[in-house]
């Protein structure tokens, strides 16, 4: 299987303000490679830096040093160095990210956000909108919400929309962070169903699951961030 997927060398330290400046560094020489078709779980304890490797992975933190090389169109484009419209074309064919909340826009009903993918990519409106019902109703949203905003749902609900609004997309690169976290067990069924039926696809997924048996069900690697690079202390 062709890799989609190349860190090398990543390192995250972040500068505490309110501590005179001082230097936490969160993650060391991270090196990690990830396949199409594999499930690499990202797994370490809370605080050890999970979310700043998969927020780095899709360029929201810019890392300290290091390379995140990532397959898109043909080529490599290090998403740490590329120019910001470059990553933000990376990030709209190749990188799929179901971050932990939802951003809700006020005033976009449930349909527009979930097809709003689509429809940015120049799928017909009700071509989208047809998918999006589609995923809706396999993600158990009730058709009565579909048409208000989802800002007063409830954390699951909302989960799931988020959920919906990425997988609509068959990005070749999914980067989930707990995405079943406040989910009930079948829903929690069907986005594990989603997530290996993408994997048996082709796509790359990078995820963090705390739940153990949510891990067995889809890692086909676990990648621990190694025990050495434990939260320190770094001299400013
Ligand atoms: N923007 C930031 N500024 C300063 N410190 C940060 C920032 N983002 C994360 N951190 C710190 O980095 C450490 C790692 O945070 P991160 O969210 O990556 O942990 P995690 O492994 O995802 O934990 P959890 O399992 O609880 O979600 C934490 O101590 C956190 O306080
Ligand atoms: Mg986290």
Same mark, same amino acid.
């Given at each position: ?22 230097? $936490? ?6 090196? $990690? ?8 779980? @990202?797994? #370490?304890? !809370? ?46 064919? /190749?990188?799929?990210?179901? /971050? ?18 689509? *429809? ?46 990425? $997988?609509?997309?068959?990005?070749? @690169? ?42 067995? #069900? ?5 990648? !621990? *961030? ?11």
């Amino acid at each position: 299987m062709s890799r989609r997927i190349e860190v090398n060398g990543l390192s995250k330290d972040f500068t505490l303000h309110l501590q005179g400046g001082q230097q $936490m560094s969160i993650l060391s020489g991270i090196d $990690m490679q990830v396949d199409a078709g594999e499930c690499v779980v @990202i797994h #370490a304890p !809370s605080g050890a830096g999970k979310s700043t490797l998969l927020r780095s992975l899709y360029a929201n933190y810019r890392a300290s040093s290091g390379q995140v090389n990532i397959w898109h169109d043909g080529a490599w484009v290090d998403v740490q160095s590329a120019p910001a419209r470059q990553v933000l074309t990376v990030r709209h064919h /190749t990188l799929g990210f179901v /971050t932990q909340f939802l951003r809700v826009i006020p005033r976009i009903s449930t349909l527009d956000l979930v097809a709003e993918p689509l *429809i940015n990519r120049g799928v017909e409106k009700q071509v989208a909108h047809e998918q999006a019902e589609e995923l809706l109703s396999r993600l158990r949203i009730p058709k009565r919400l579909w048409h208000i905003p989802p800002a007063t749902f409830s954390g699951g609900e909302q989960q799931r929309v988020n959920i919906a609004r990425t $997988m609509i997309c068959d990005y070749p @690169i999914l980067l989930l962070d707990e995405p079943t976290a406040s989910l009930d067990e079948a829903n929690r069924g069907t986005v594990i169903d989603m997530i290996n039926a993408a994997r048996e696809r082709g796509v790359a997924v990078v995820g963090i699951f705390h739940d153990e048996a949510v891990r067995q #069900a889809l890692a086909t690697r676990i990648f !621990s *961030i190694p025990a050495a690079q434990a939260v320190s202390l770094v001299a400013a």
